[in-house]
């Protein structure tokens, strides 16, 4: 019995040191198990049996990488105490006959725990006297670890309980399990140099640890700064800047007055805020008037205008036209002016508006220096012909321009009166075509009223079909028939 322990405690201090070692994964899938073990057997205290040394033999097999199988035997050599009988301390030898199912847990590519559940049966013979044989179920937790790809040191702990009595023991072992068959694990490459921040440095020469990924770095592993403006390329948002220009926390030049223009390049500094700067970070003149944009009321000022203050150009008559383009500088004050600054002259008389007693002058009457005509006698007329759509009394568009001309020329001579005289063509009733030549008559009548003419100078006097100018059998002819007509004249004092 005490060599027994002797070779347990060995054997516990073996394998303690097999796990010290150098190890290599292996596998257990598809292979056979030879595990030889010993360790302790505890008993529950109710059946009276020492506890001691326990040995044994288990035979498995690998279905997976984490399902097993396992049958195992195992002898333990003892004595029993019952102080209530005449037999004392007798001689015990107990062996036990189990089957598991083991479920495998990875903790790395060397080592694992596994659990193991099972039931089997315990024989004991006291003193080749008594034999006695109870049914049990147990559970174990374990640890593999691989010690070469075909040799496991292992042990573990069991909870075993008796069917028959409810009694509760313990066993626990240390044993190595040789792997018979199946298909050797590739060996684990061997570790490549720690690099933990990925920057091509390992980390043992790395002098700045935990760069960001992706970021470029030099041989020593700190991120590059290849402008050396202070920040890191990878965080520079502006690479490439000048040596000595003066960087935010992104590595961007500085721009002081919001400019657009880097402190560094910008010889106008402080420029407000908004305003539009050239290149050099000046304010800009776009047109050139020596008032700068910013300050400019009226951009866009003719190159050579003179300006105020406000770089808008002057206009020192105030007629709305600026001196620039102001071909009669100096018109009085409230004088309507064209384009260049002129005053108005309305009817080409020659006299302008804002001189003209006489506004409304015809072309080519002569007239004073008022701009009223020159007494000369003469007659003056106007003649009207406007033409109609068949059975309407519209007036068309195009003869606007003629019945202004009339209107005018009515205007002109306030007293005369004029007669405007309405036909057809000889389509329809005689009853028809007279009312639809006074519509026509009136409709160009009230045009001219529309223009100003008083009506009670104009008659609107209808015709009919009784005076055509043209042939009624063709189309030429009756179209020239559908008119109205006027002729308007005067004996003129010029």
């Known amino acids: 019995m005490k060599r027994i322990k002797i070779l347990a405690a060995i054997g516990i201090a073996v394998f303690l ?32 049996i020492n506890n001691d040394p326990v040995y044994g033999l288990g035979i498995g097999y690998g279905f997976t990488e984490s399902f097993g199988i396992e049958a195992s035997i195992d002898h333990v050599d003892t004595v029993v105490s019952w102080p209530d009988t005449a037999v004392g301390k007798t001689n015990v030898d107990a062996n036990l006959f189990n089957l598991d199912l083991l479920y495998n847990i990875n903790l790395a590519d060397d080592t694992k725990w596994y659990i193991a559940v099972g039931s089997g049966y315990m024989n004991i013979d006291v003193d080749k006297t008594i034999d006695n044989t109870d049914v049990q179920s147990h559970v174990a937790l374990g640890l593999k670890f691989f010690l070469t790809d075909s040799l496991l040191a292992r042990g573990d702990a069991r909870q075993i309980v008796n069917w028959e009595t409810s009694n509760i023991n313990y066993m626990y ?6 792997l018979i068959g199946g298909h050797k694990a590739t060996p684990p490459p061997p570790p490549a140099p720690s690099d933990s921040d990925g920057d091509g440095v390992y980390d043992a020469d790395d ?45 961007c030049p500085l721009d002081s007055d919001a400019d657009g223009v880097a402190d560094y390049l910008d010889k106008c500094p402080n420029t407000p805020a908004g305003a539009a700067v050239d290149m050099n970070g000046c304010p800009l003149d776009s047109d050139g008037d020596g008032v700068v944009d910013y300050l400019d009321k009226c951009p866009g000022t003719l190159k050579g205008a003179a300006v105020n203050e406000n770089g808008c150009p002057l206009d020192s008559d105030g007629d709305g036209v600026l001196d620039v383009n102001d071909k009669c500088p100096n018109t009085p004050s409230g004088v309507q002016v064209d384009a260049n600054g002129c005053p108005l002259d309305s009817d080409g008389d020659g006299v302008y508006d804002y001189l003209d ?16 005509p020159l007494p000369i006698k003469e007659k003056v007329s106007i003649e009207l012909n406007v033409e109609f759509e068949f059975n309407s009394a519209v007036v068309k568009s195009v003869y606007q321009e003629q019945i ?12 005369v009166n004029a007669v405007i005289e309405g036909h057809t063509d000889s389509k329809g009733t005689d009853e028809y075509n007279m009312k639809l030549s006074q ?19 104009l008659t609107a006097k209808g015709f009919g079909e009784s005076l055509p100018i043209a042939d009624n059998n063709t189309d030429e ?15 003129v004092t010029k």
């Open 17 to 48: 040191a097999l796990l010290s070692s150098n190890v290599m994964a292996g596998t257990e899938k598809g292979k056979l198990s030879l595990s030889p073990h010993f360790g302790g057997y505890i008993f529950d205290k109710k059946e009276q």
């Open 173 to 178: 072992t240390v044993g190595l399990s040789y």
């Open 207 to 251: 002098k700045c640890p935990n760069t960001p990924a992706g970021t470029s770095v030099d041989i020593m592993g700190c991120p590059l700064d290849s402008d050396a403006d202070g920040v890191y390329d990878y965080l520079d948002k502006c690479p490439g800047t000048p040596k000595g220009a003066a960087v935010d926390m992104n590595g």
């Open 357 to 372: 007693k006489c506004p409304g002058t015809l072309p080519d009457i002569k007239v004073d220096a008022n701009g009223c």
């Open 404 to 415: 202004t001309k009339v209107s005018n020329f009515l205007s002109t001579y306030p007293d």
């Open 439 to 457: 519509k026509r008559a009136e409709n160009v009548m009230n045009y001219l009223v529309s223009k100003g003419i008083a009506a009670d100078r």
């Open 477 to 491: 002819g009756r179209q020239k028939n559908r008119r109205v007509v006027a002729v308007i004249s005067t004996i």
